[in-house]
């Protein structure tokens, strides 16, 4: 069962910086839950929303978040971005990913590249350019 007492989030901003070249605020954010296992990021996000009014609560990304030993305090950075365009031009691809706002890139395997480079390898003359292209790919 849930108290008052231990739903009671703290979040506090640390090395607050604004960065106008990468069109972001970024900080530190430290949480304190007391009596709870840990805050999720969609939480976190609404609370810093409200905290720097926010328009969309998708421009703001959470990473790196690491709970102390014994629970009850976590901490991690926070970039808010002034559009989420920014924030997917700028921001690490896997994190953004994660969060929903990019499709994850399937590549091609190992094996697959290497079987089509030896291929490209016996092919002789004019398509020996495309084959090596094809290989790549």
């Known amino acids: 069962m849930m108290n008052a007492n231990n739903s009671a ?18 900080f530190v954010v430290d949480v304190h839950h007391p009596g709870r296992a840990n805050v999720s990021k969609k939480e976190l996000q609404e609370k810093i929303g409200k905290m ?8 703001i990304i959470l990473f790196n978040f690491r709970t102390a030993f014994g629970g009850g305090k976590t901490t991690g950075y926070c970039c808010i971005y002034n559009t989420v365009e ?3 031009k700028l921001h690490t691809k896997h994190i953004l990913v994660r969060l929903g706002l990019l499709e994850k890139e399937e590549k091609k395997g190992r094996k697959g590249i290497k079987e089509a480079k030896n291929r490209a390898k016996k ?7 495309t084959a090596r292209k094809k290989a790549k790919r």
């Open 52 to 59: 720097f009014k926010v328009k969309d609560n998708q421009s």
């Open 123 to 129: 092919v002789r003359g004019v398509g020996r350019r």
């Open 9 to 26: 989030v703290t979040i506090r901003t640390r090395r607050y910086l604004a960065n106008p070249l990468m069109s972001r605020l970024q």
């Open 86 to 88: 920014d924030a997917k």
